[in-house]
Each structure stands twice: as structure tokens, then as C-alpha cells.
């Protein structure tokens, strides 16, 4: 089965940022690619002039922030490195070997990079125009309020295009079995550092043992 991917453009965030951005760009794709019956929301960011819709499921809800929290604990031991999360989808498939008996392996049909750079800014008081103490990171308000009109424009910007090609890209969606129970395709959430690779992350997916969906 051919596998797509989508890799998102990479976004500069502070550590507080983080938890609203994943939120706003993960809501966004599983409800592009959510099954059964939904119950959309419209949720407005609290950091950002952006709304982005949620599936208005508690289990997709409860997985997303497990992860953001995964991912919030693992960064804030490693600042300012650059960190990725795979959101793959995937079915299940028996295989038949001719030396052995059949067995259930994933096979996955669409990835969703999403690359973060986290930054360390602290936010300067003593002047609103120039920057000081710059070996200690400190930027001015000026700086402040510029980076947060960059990273909206960049969120609306990978928005958008995980709207596009959630659209376009249609040939490679699996099968849906008849009576199928459940909101989404079966998937799993991993989280990269900068120190890891794509191979990487899909060689601890295949010696994953679960599966993971919601229903």
C-alpha cells in the first residue's frame, strides 16, 4: 500500500507555546481524517487569533493531551533543540509466510511530521524598543510581540495545508470495514528529538505490540 506523508513546516515556539500549538495543528488533522460520527467544536486559541475545530471526543481529547504532556516533559529536559512528532496512520493486515503461520502486522498508509524548534526567550523589562543582556536570551517586547505574529502566521500556514492535502490526498485511504465502530483509523503518535531519525521512529513502530484507536 503506498504510504503518504506530510511534512509540516518547522515552527520556532516557546516552551509555553508548545501545548497550544500541537493542540491547534493534532485537533486539526484527526478531524480531517476522523470516521463515524463526530461532534465538531470550534475552539478558539488562547495565545493566538486562530480557531481550529476538535472532533469533540474525550478519548481524542484525553490521547492528544497525554502526548502533548509526553512531549512537553521530554522537551524541557533538552531547550532549544529541534523535536518532530509522527502521527501515522495505519491498518492491520494478515500475512502469510510459507514457513510459519500468519500473523498480524501494520501497514502504514499516511505520516504527518510535525517539526518544532523550541526556543528560549525571556522577556525583557528594562527597555520595549532595544534588546539587552542578549547572551541571556532576553528580548525586548517588541521581539516578543514580532516572534508571536510570525508563529500564528506560520500555524495558519501549516493549517492550511494540512487542509490541502487531507483533500487531495484521497487514493491511499484503507478500506473502512463494514460496521466499523470508532471515530479513527487506527494510529499512533510518536515523538522524535533531534538526535533520532524518520528511520528511526519506523523501526520502534513496527516493534510497537499495540494498537492504538479510539471507539
Given at each position: 500500500?503506498?504510504?503518504?506523508?506530510?511534512?509540516?513546516?518547522?515552527?520556532?515556539?516557546?516552551?509555553f507555546?508548545?501545548?497550544?500549538?500541537?493542540r491547534c495543528?493534532?485537533?486539526?488533522?484527526f478531524?480531517?481524517?476522523?470516521?463515524g460520527?463526530?461532534?465538531?467544536r470550534?475552539?478558539?486559541?488562547e495565545?493566538?487569533?486562530?480557531?481550529?475545530?476538535?472532533?469533540g471526543?474525550?478519548?481524542?481529547?484525553?490521547?492528544?493531551?497525554?502526548?502533548?504532556?509526553?512531549?512537553?516533559?521530554?522537551v524541557?529536559?533538552h531547550?532549544n533543540?529541534?523535536n518532530?512528532?509522527c502521527?501515522?496512520?495505519?491498518?492491520?493486515?494478515s500475512?502469510?509466510s510459507?514457513?510459519?503461520?500468519?500473523?498480524?502486522?501494520?501497514v502504514?498508509?499516511?505520516?504527518w511530521?510535525?517539526?518544532?524548534?523550541?526556543?528560549n526567550?525571556?522577556?525583557?523589562t528594562?527597555?520595549?524598543?532595544?534588546?539587552?543582556?542578549?547572551?541571556?536570551?532576553?528580548?525586548?517586547?517588541e521581539?516578543?510581540?514580532?516572534?508571536?505574529?510570525?508563529?500564528?502566521?506560520?500555524?495558519?500556514?501549516?493549517?492550511?495545508?494540512?487542509?490541502?492535502?487531507?483533500?487531495?490526498?484521497?487514493?491511499?485511504?484503507?478500506?473502512i470495514p463494514?460496521?466499523?465502530?470508532?471515530?479513527?483509523?487506527?494510529?499512533?503518535?510518536?515523538?522524535?528529538?533531534?538526535?533520532?531519525?524518520?528511520?528511526?521512529?519506523?523501526?520502534?513502530?513496527?516493534?510497537?505490540?499495540h494498537?492504538?484507536?479510539?471507539?
Amino acid at each position: 500500500m503506498n504510504c503518504e506523508s506530510c511534512e509540516l513546516k518547522e515552527l520556532e515556539v516557546e516552551q509555553f507555546e508548545i501545548r497550544e500549538v500541537l493542540r491547534c495543528i493534532l485537533h486539526t488533522i484527526f478531524f480531517h481524517r476522523a470516521l463515524g460520527l463526530v461532534r465538531p467544536r470550534d475552539v478558539d486559541c488562547e495565545l493566538f487569533e486562530l480557531t481550529y475545530v476538535q472532533c469533540g471526543v474525550a478519548e481524542v481529547e484525553k490521547e492528544i493531551e497525554e502526548k502533548i504532556n509526553e512531549f512537553i516533559t521530554k522537551v524541557s529536559k533538552h531547550p532549544n533543540r529541534r523535536n518532530q512528532i509522527c502521527l501515522s496512520f495505519y491498518e492491520m493486515k494478515s500475512k502469510q509466510s510459507a514457513w510459519s503461520s500468519s500473523k498480524t502486522e501494520r501497514v502504514y498508509w499516511e505520516r504527518w511530521f510535525i517539526n518544532l524548534q523550541i526556543i528560549n526567550q525571556r522577556m525583557n523589562t528594562k527597555s520595549k524598543h532595544t534588546r539587552v543582556g542578549s547572551d541571556h536570551g532576553e528580548f525586548s517586547l517588541e521581539e516578543k510581540k514580532l516572534h508571536r505574529s510570525a508563529l500564528e502566521a506560520s500555524i495558519r500556514e501549516n493549517l492550511l495545508r494540512i487542509i490541502k492535502f487531507a483533500n487531495e490526498k484521497m487514493d491511499h485511504l484503507p478500506h473502512i470495514p463494514p460496521n466499523f465502530e470508532g471515530i479513527s483509523y487506527p494510529y499512533e503518535i510518536a515523538i522524535l528529538s533531534s538526535a533520532e531519525s524518520s528511520l528511526d521512529i519506523l523501526k520502534r513502530m513496527l516493534q510497537t505490540g499495540h494498537q492504538t484507536t479510539l471507539s
